[in-house]
Structures are given as structure tokens and as C-alpha cells.
């Protein structure tokens, strides 16, 4: 069975940080990428930063030089510094291998002004 397990969310001020981790295991077949999506209220659910089976790593326009993504084994993390009211939302983990994408259960994130 499939666990993605995320945390780390929370409420912060206009330029603090918070680190997302995401926990898997289970997922077979390896995987072809993995990151993090998020949804503002009333918005479609977008990508924030992925990371390849050949490490190469993407960010949104919106967020680069401000996250960071990391892997190390088992664990994906999201270092969000200089946060700003247009990253709130529900932070998601996924995990797409050559069958089907996998999600976390979400994680709450609010900047507050």
C-alpha cells in the first residue's frame, strides 16, 4: 500500500519559511518524478517543483529562487523561504511512476499579512 505522508504546514507571516517534508513509501516500479503541487482556494491545482528519476529538478516561475527541493531516499522536502500571501494554499506531494501519479493528503499553508 501507498503512503504519502506529509507535514510541516502552517500559518506564517509575509517573508518567514517553512519546510514541507513528504514521507513515501510503498510506491512501486520507481518513479519517474516527484514533487509538490498546490491549490489556492477557488484555483485549479498547480505545480510548484518536481524532481526527476535523473535528478533534474523544475520550479514554477512563481517560486524560484525562494524554494528549494530536496531528496534524500525515502523523504522529498520543500524549503519555502521569503513566503508571500500568493503561496497559501493546500500543498500536495506526489509521486508519478509508469503507472499511475500518487497524492499526499495535503498540507495547509497560509501567509499572512
Request: with cysteine; hydrophobic share 30%; glycine share 10%.
Amino acid at each position: 500500500q501507498v503512503h504519502l505522508l506529509e507535514s510541516g504546514g502552517g500559518l506564517v507571516q509575509v517573508g518567514e519559511s517553512l519546510t514541507l517534508s513528504c514521507v513515501e513509501s510503498g510506491v512501486e516500479f520507481g518513479y519517474n518524478s516527484m514533487g509538490w503541487y498546490r491549490q489556492a482556494p477557488g484555483k485549479q491545482r498547480d505545480l510548484v517543483a518536481s524532481i526527476s528519476l535523473s535528478d533534474t529538478i523544475n520550479y514554477a516561475d512563481s517560486v524560484k529562487g525562494r524554494f528549494t527541493l530536496s531528496r534524500d531516499k525515502n523523504t522529498l522536502s520543500l524549503q519555502m523561504s521569503n513566503l508571500q500571501p500568493e503561496d497559501t494554499g493546500v500543498y500536495y506531494c506526489y509521486v508519478r511512476n509508469p503507472v499511475r501519479t500518487y497524492w499526499g493528503q495535503g498540507t495547509q499553508v497560509t501567509v499572512s499579512s
